[in-house]
């Protein structure tokens, strides 16, 4: 009797089905090593759904992906916790989850919110993740929050504002704010062009009992962290670093060479997320402006 074969279409479905899943989990891994999802967060995106990318994915392929990790350490981490080497992540059993949880915790811990903070909030992320998007739509819906312009250096783009956007000056102008002490922070930014924060603005709105949202980048929430510990840090980040290439090159408002110094700064930025108290993903600029305001509200989780 003839052997039976699959019909060649159904063969090509799951041969272009089998490449799918190899690219969305090369890109769940490319996310992990480059910061945009936490290892936790890829984990419980495996438990939540076995039979996806994440569900699929050995738990070999996941330790590599992590920074710092090859193949030496992942194997003395996968022995010191009794996970078998051809393990799913989506396969794994209630003790292996708890452990795998468990040692992420120890080595790689999200970001937690500290208590006491003021009501000064700092905006901040990687090139091209939405900052300044989000930051417009907080304005515009929650006319309550003062948002802070920032001063710079470099020319306005098409359709933004002097004193709406930015507040746009020459270096001799930014070297006075600096001299005379009028910037919370400040930074060269891209190694091109200097931004800085106003100081007098947000201390009146402060003393007015208003919330302010500082939307900057990472040099300046570090001036600001140590300027005023008590302001709350969230880090902005996008959904994966794939979309993060998308928004940068979709904009349109940088030639090659700028786009890829900006790709190689947003890789050193994304390492930086533990320093801030939340991490919101900004998939969706409406719901992640609508969590950047829960944080003020105390609200986030």
């Known amino acids: ?44 995106r495996a438990l939540a759904d076995p039979e996806s990318a994440a569900g699929a994915m050995r738990v070999t392929e996941f330790l590599t992906a992590i920074p710092a990790v090859g193949t030496t350490k992942r194997d003395r981490i996968l022995a010191e916790l009794g996970i078998s080497p051809v393990k799913r992540l989506g396969g794994l059993g209630s003790r292996q989850r708890a452990v795998l949880a468990g040692y992420l915790d120890a080595h790689w811990p999200e970001p937690t919110p500290r208590g006491n903070r003021s009501r000064l909030l700092v905006l901040a992320g990687p090139t091209a993740v939405g900052k300044g998007t989000v930051a417009t739509y907080i304005r515009q819906n929650n006319p309550e929050i003062h948002l802070s312009i920032s001063a710079t250096t ?18 001799a102008e930014f070297d006075r704010l600096i001299a005379d002490g009028e ?83 947003a890789r050193t930025e994304l390492r930086a997320q533990d320093e801030f108290d939340y991490l919101i993903v900004n998939a969706d600029v409406a719901e992640a402006a609508r969590a950047v305001v829960e944080v003020l509200r105390g609200d986030h989780r």
């Open 183 to 265: 910037l919370l922070e400040w930074a060269l930014v891209h190694n091109r062009y200097r931004y800085g924060t106003p100081r007098g603005p947000i201390q009146a709105a402060l003393d007015r009992g208003e919330a302010v949202l500082l939307e900057i980048d990472l040099q300046g929430a570090r001036q600001v962290r140590a300027a005023q510990p008590d302001a709350a840090l969230i880090f902005l980040a996008p959904p994966s670093w794939a979309e993060l290439v998308n928004r940068l090159v979709g904009r349109g408002t940088e030639d090659d060479e700028e786009r890829a110094r900006r790709l190689r700064t």
């Open 154 to 171: 470099r020319p306005p783009r098409p359709g933004e504002v002097d004193g709406e956007h930015y507040y746009f000056v020459d270096d």
């Open 1 to 44: 009797m003839p052997e039976s074969r699959p019909p060649e279409v159904d063969r090509q479905a799951a041969s272009e089905r089998a490449v799918a899943a190899r690219r969305e989990r090369a890109g769940l891994k490319m996310d992990v090593a480059t910061r945009v999802l936490t290892p936790q967060g890829l984990l419980r």
